[in-house]
């Protein structure tokens, strides 16, 4: 065979260059979620992340009202993968009986979340490192060898968030942990594994990257050389701490006011450690901006740094938990920095968790209106599209909880509540399951809840004039703004897909039913057209 010249041998290095060059070009955007566990935005909850606030804030943009559709971990978690309503996911609490991870969920919403999208439909390759859902790895969900549909590369905390001696799957296999700090700690440990995904992923395929760590979730422990950090830090001490919630639901009203010295200085303990926790979520995600850029990569990946759900400590003398419907629970940060995001932007459009869904397969050049997804693409907010039009209103939704027996703890309120104090202050019950329809618009900034309980009780807040949302304004705002929401909440709890995303039209014929707001399906439909 004659040996190539040498004219030819270059141009065959220039095309295959060339075409290297292109095909990198050409991929399509990389996506990195984190996801942080409990960690609130309106207490405080950004103040310990300088490094994320600095490197994905700063350089892209920050969501300043941004709702959960349920705060509590799985129902919300649910919402995020498949970007759908919980009355649409059907994952009500956080356990199995409430459908988190159970068979159900994993035969009817698994296979369709976003992942399993990107993974079977747009060529991405697909990472998990971190707390799932709080019952999967549970040997009635599958056990650790269930590996969720679309996730190439799998590394999912078994239950519920642990900082030492916890156990993974390890793409299908069970990987136990001690209390080593060095090997075991779970947020370090999510930081390197997913530095050595960065190394070792076929570079010629687009990449997804959700990363959920513990923090600041209980049992709220530190790294060790966080240990003494922020030691003369106190939850803040707003207008709405330690007082009593006198017009508001009989769960709120039954808390303890003021607060016992013992549940202050408990709550003050748990808000220290909670910062405390989330200085080495910081840590991780410098680790992961800085690996990105190592890779040639960061200049190809949109970021996403938010939450679950909000949290409180001490506000209606309630001292911790989330599952309330007030600001502090149901809001949460969101971050974002990627290709064509302005730096240092702020965005104050109404967005729920349920977006981020539709907005990731949006990125990969999904057709989303394939998904029936309840939430919207943020990308025209990201990209600032003149002219937008946005929703002006989203749901809410909480099933509570409680034990069929009284609570040790608080025998006096009997059967039904969950969560008590020692000093007989619950945070949950059976009956504090609601619904609410959060409104801004213009100059508008309201709230509006329907408790599921004998009284159908109802709490509207005013936040312009109110922001700690002292006053439930109930019984004196105007009574066609009163029907107005209420009928929208109706129509959002029976919302599906894209009848989620426009403001209803309000019939002035309606005339509300308690039994609409908390039961769907046909019978529901019929009842209303009846009113109607």
């Known amino acids: 065979m004659a040996a190539l010249s040498p004219a030819y041998t270059a141009l065959t290095l220039l095309l295959l260059y060339v075409a290297a060059f292109t095909l990198v070009s050409s991929k399509k955007p990389n996506v990195v979620l984190i996801l942080t566990d409990d960690q609130d935005v309106l207490l405080g909850g950004m103040t310990p992340l300088k490094k994320t606030r600095k490197l994905v804030g700063d350089l892209g943009i920050t969501f300043t009202n941004v709702y959960v559709a349920s705060p509590l971990c799985c129902p919300s978690r649910s919402s995020i ?76 905390l078994v239950q519920n968030s642990k900082y030492y001696n ?31 995904f960065l190394d070792s992923r076929p570079k010629y395929a687009p990449f997804f990257m959700m990363i959920s760590t513990p923090a600041p979730h209980s049992p709220w422990t530190p790294a060790p050389q966080y240990e003494k950090s922020f030691l ?33 200085n408990f709550l003050d303990n748990a808000f220290r450690k909670r910062w405390q926790t989330l200085l080495s979520v910081d840590d991780l995600v410098e680790k992961v901006v800085k690996k990105l850029d190592a890779v040639k990569e960061l200049d190809n990946t949109y970021i996403f740094f938010t939450s679950d759900n909000g949290y409180h400590t001490g506000q209606f003398s309630l001292p911790i938990d989330k599952r309330q419907l007030y600001e502090f629970d149901i809001k949460v940060p969101l971050l974002v920095r990627g290709p064509g995001i302005k730096s240092n932007t702020s965005n104050k459009m109404l967005v729920a968790n349920i977006d981020l869904a539709p907005t990731i397969l949006d990125i990969a050049g999904y057709d989303i209106n394939k998904t029936r997804m309840d939430g919207m693409s943020l990308m025209p907010l990201l990209n600032k599209v003149a002219n937008v039009t946005w929703r002006t209103d989203l749901l809410v939704e909480y099933q509570g909880e409680g034990q069929n027996k009284s609570d040790p703890t608080c025998p006096l309120l009997g059967p039904g509540v969950t969560d008590c104090f020692p000093d007989c202050v619950c945070e949950d019950a059976y009956n504090n399951t609601y619904a609410c329809v959060r409104t801004i618009a213009g100059s508008t900034d309201l709230q509006y809840c329907e408790f599921d309980d004998s009284e159908v009780f109802v709490e509207v807040y005013n936040l312009t004039s109110d922001p700690h949302q002292i006053k439930n304004i109930a019984k004196s705002i105007d009574q066609e703004i009163l029907e107005k929401m209420n009928h929208r909440l109706m129509m959002l709890q029976s919302c599906s897909g894209s009848t989620c995303h426009t403001p209803g039209v309000y019939d002035p014929r309606y005339r509300f039913d308690p039994r609409l707001m908390f039961h769907h399906g046909p019978t529901a439909t019929k009842l209303f057209h009846k009113i109607v």
């Open 81 to 156: 993968l498949t970007g759908k309503y919980p009355h649409n996911h059907r994952v009500f609490n956080n356990t199995l009986e409430g459908n988190c991870s159970s068979i159900a969920w994993q035969k009817t919403q698994e296979p369709n979340t976003f992942p399993a999208i990107l993974h079977n439909h747009c060529g991405y390759r697909t990472f998990f490192a971190g707390k799932y859902l709080n019952e999967y790895g549970s040997k009635s969900a599958g056990g650790v060898e269930h590996v969720p549909p679309g996730w190439d590369y799998w590394h999912a």
């Open 166 to 196: 916890y156990s993974l799957s390890v793409n299908g296999k069970l990987q136990h942990h001690g209390q080593n700090y060095s090997q075991d700690y779970l947020t370090d440990l999510l930081s390197n594994i997913s530095l050595d």
């Open 232 to 264: 003369n830090v106190k939850a803040p001490r707003n207008t709405n701490f330690n007082i009593h919630g006198k017009d508001k639901h009989w769960l709120i009203r039954q808390a303890k006011t003021p607060m016992a010295n013992s549940s202050i």
